[in-house]
């Protein structure tokens, strides 16, 4: 129970501070603030400092606050009171902090109460600033992690999909992406053509993108768009249904384009998912000739399947006519090498009989008696196989006569 005294006067409801009611303090640590306002002359401030945080009279908690903390593939963009743009990044260096074109602006901070009166923090670099949005933004670890400053807030990007939605995004990726997207063109000879692409895109400069477009990827569509349906054109049917990736590639990525650059964005590959005709009978027209085609492409491949297995099998006969010959050329050194023995040996069997007779014998006779001896030796030979012979006289010198004897001479 409380007594009022004679001087003393009870405020009424809204004048009161914490018109809520009782409120809970905070735990502040590591990755919690806690936004702060104070209710005597509106000021918005950030308590940061690792404490159970209890308010005063006059202050009012806005917001509690979770740490950012960005990955180091991961941007974010927080924009200030004045407009300007602060790019943090995870893969900013410990003790990073931006060239600065501003001075810190001034804001009151009470920071406790001693016998009801308010008393200021005092900074002496400072001239009466509570905070450095540099210094909040960025701090020890160059901005890879922080607490949203007053008046700031987080850009958020409305970004469009290949499908047509929309989706926010306030944490950037700078990773390489896939991105469907599909439109509609038509061809020199006037057919009327759908096309689905496939993009392999990243972001490179978040800066730039930002000044730029908060769509980058409707805007590459777009664009993309916009030059395939220039190019395509161009061409007739038959030529684009011949070599459409390399019509695609060339017109999007090999020509001198600053668009993509400008906004701080690189297309790495582009490729055609698949094509279609609008029209349902210039459709079954395109779908015979894909048909055919294919028919075409695959009686090519099986006929080189069939010619490629000729070739080996001609390569296997040269090989085996090689080895072949390489045989009858061993075996034909063989022979000569084994007649060539022997006929050493015949040799020096002739030379050790003709050597072994008596000198005063003429060698034609010796030569006789050797041809005798061997044809002795054939005949031995065939007599012993048990196969008949028949010899003709001169074959065996005979000769047939009539043989006188005295006794015939007597008769006579």
Known sequence: MVFIGPYEETLPPENRPHRDGVVEAVNIDEHTAVLVRDESNGTLYLVTKKQLYFPTPYEAIVGIQKKVVLEDHESMVVRDKDGKYHFMSGQNEIGYMPPRDD????????????????????????????????????????????????????????????????????????????????????????????????????????????????????????HA?????????????????????????????????????????????????????????????????????TDRMNRLQKQESDNEVKLYKMKGDIEEEKLNGELLKIRHSHHRTEAAMEGEAEADQISMFLNGMPEDIPDSRKFGFWNTLRKIDAIRSIGNSGSHLYYTPNDIDLSIGAFETPWNQKRR
């Open 103 to 222: 001075e810190p602006y001034d804001v009151d901070i009470p920071d406790e109460e001693e016998g009801g009166k308010k008393k200021k923090r005092k900074n002496k670099k400072k001239k009466k600033t509570g905070y450095d949005i540099y210094e909040v933004l960025y701090g020890e670890d160059g901005g890879r992690s922080f607490f949203v400053p007053p008046y700031c807030e987080v850009v958020e990007l409305d970004w469009t999909s290949g499908d047509g939605k929309t989706r926010k995004i306030s944490r950037i990726d700078s990773r390489p992406h896939f991105m469907e997207y599909s439109f509609v063109c038509r061809t020199s000879d006037n057919v009327e053509l759908t096309i689905e692409v496939t993009f392999f895109w990243q972001i490179l400069e978040v800066d730039a993108m930002i000044k730029m477009t908060d769509d980058a990827p409707g805007d590459i569509c777009a």
């Open 225 to 293: 768009r916009s030059v395939v349906i220039q190019a395509v054109s161009k061409l007739p049917m038959e030529d684009f249904m011949t070599n459409f990736n390399s019509i695609l590639a060339n017109a999007l990525l090999e020509q001198e384009d600053p668009f993509y650059e400008h906004r701080g964005v690189v297309i790495h590959t582009v490729e055609v998912k698949s094509y279609h005709c609008k029209d349902k009978n210039t459709e079954n027209v395109l779908q015979e000739i894909i048909k055919e085609r």
